[in-house]
């Protein structure tokens, strides 16, 4: 719940790592979901990480063993540390928070991997 800021997105060469953070303005409980989407030119959002409390956190398939997605509950801040980037790994990254049904969206960042 409350206002997402992301940060960490950048131009990084194939094979590069890069980390994305989301703070949010206010505290996040820390039962509430926090994830990563992420949204490709002329493609649908799509869910790359998501960590839940109690639960291992959820990867899409192309991006598991690649991407880590941490929670650091004290700064209600949600990370994705991003390795072995790839060229379709670019996208607009957005963070995300849902409770009680309601979605709540960070601003997004530009991840631009080159070949």
């Known amino acids: 719940q409350g206002e997402l800021v992301e940060s960490g997105g950048g131009l990084v060469q194939a094979g590069g790592s890069l980390t994305l953070s989301c703070a949010a303005s206010?505290?996040?409980?820390?039962?509430?979901?926090m994830g990563w989407y992420r949204q490709a030119p002329g493609k649908q959002r799509e869910l790359v990480a998501r960590?839940?409390?109690?639960?291992?956190?959820d990867y899409r398939d192309s991006v598991a063993g690649r991407f880590t997605i941490a929670r650091d509950n004290a700064k209600s801040t949600v990370y994705l540390h991003m390795n072995r980037l790839k060229p379709e790994d670019t996208a607009v990254y957005y963070c995300?928070?849902?409770?009680?049904?309601?979605?709540?969206w960070g601003q997004g960042t530009q991840v631009t991997v080159s070949s």
């Open positions: 995300n928070l849902r409770n009680a049904g309601i979605d709540y």
């Open positions: 206010r505290r996040v409980w820390t039962s509430v979901p």
């Open positions: 960590i839940r409390s109690g639960r291992d956190p």
